[in-house]
């Protein structure tokens, strides 16, 4: 069975710091990693994708993949209260195009 | 910004009856997808589509379930003899490339089974 592993948190932040959440995947094979956020009761909603290994800048966030340990990791600079959400990481597996999702990580940033 | 549209945004059945849950891709996109998420639980596959086929599906999937895409644009699931463990959000997500690029959300249907 294809896993994505996450800690479902919380993991409490204060306003301004930097955020990392992990993410780790089973399936050696897999070829795209995504980060959404997902608000209470809403629908995931894209922050990052990432294909090869390294890190990958946008904005405030930065996600980095390292295929070798099957291990990805986004970091949230400066957050913000608003980031207070569950980041959701999904992996799209070797010759399929379903996406298979963590638990997700709940993050809480306090003013 | 085009985005994938859901309706109904909420669905109260009882158990035993028969739901469609409709949903418009984004207009250029050829890959489409069920997920659905039960309260507090992760998000989960049930079904891609493409090409008026289904592509692969999970074992969640069963015979109560079907998709279809009957006109060119809209794209319905359908339980047909719904259970209590039914009761869920499902999101619907298409995407223009089958292995790269996102697959982009729409805001979901709350399903409820009495």
């Known amino acids: 069975q294809k896993e994505v592993e996450q800690n479902s948190g919380p993991l409490s932040v204060p306003e301004g710091a930097i955020a990392s959440l992990n993410c780790t995947y089973s399936?050696?094979?897999?070829?795209?990693f995504f980060w959404y956020r997902q608000y209470s009761g809403k629908s995931p909603e894209l922050i990052m994708s990432?294909?090869?290994?390294g890190d990958k800048e946008d904005g405030r966030f930065t996600a980095q993949l390292n295929k070798a340990s099957q291990y990805v990791s986004l970091l949230i600079r400066d957050s913000q209260p608003s980031d207070s959400a569950t980041y959701l990481c999904?992996?799209?597996?070797?010759?399929?195009?379903?996406?298979?999702f963590g638990t997700g990580t709940r993050l809480q940033v306090f003013p | 910004e085009p985005e994938v549209t859901q309706t109904p945004s909420h669905q109260v059945t009882q158990m035993g009856q028969e739901v469609i849950l409709r949903c418009v891709p984004i207009?250029?996109?050829?890959?489409f997808y069920w997920y659905r998420q039960i309260l507090g639980q992760k998000v989960e596959f049930l079904v891609s589509?493409?090409?008026?086929?289904?592509?692969?599906k999970s074992e969640i999937f069963d015979d109560q379930f079907s998709v279809e895409r009957p006109d060119g644009s809209n794209f319905t699931l359908k339980i047909r003899s719904t259970k209590l463990e039914d009761s869920a959000m499902y999101f619907c997500?298409?995407?223009?490339?089958?292995?790269?690029?996102?697959?982009?959300f729409g805001p979901g249907t709350r399903l409820l089974v009495l």
């Open positions: 589509f493409y090409n008026n086929e289904i592509s692969e």
């Open positions: 997500a298409s995407r223009a490339d089958r292995f790269l690029g996102t697959q982009y």
């Open positions: 207009s250029n996109h050829l890959y």
């Open positions: 990432i294909y090869s290994n």
């Open positions: 399936d050696r094979g897999s070829q795209s």
């Open positions: 999904a992996v799209n597996g070797e010759n399929t195009d379903k996406l298979i």
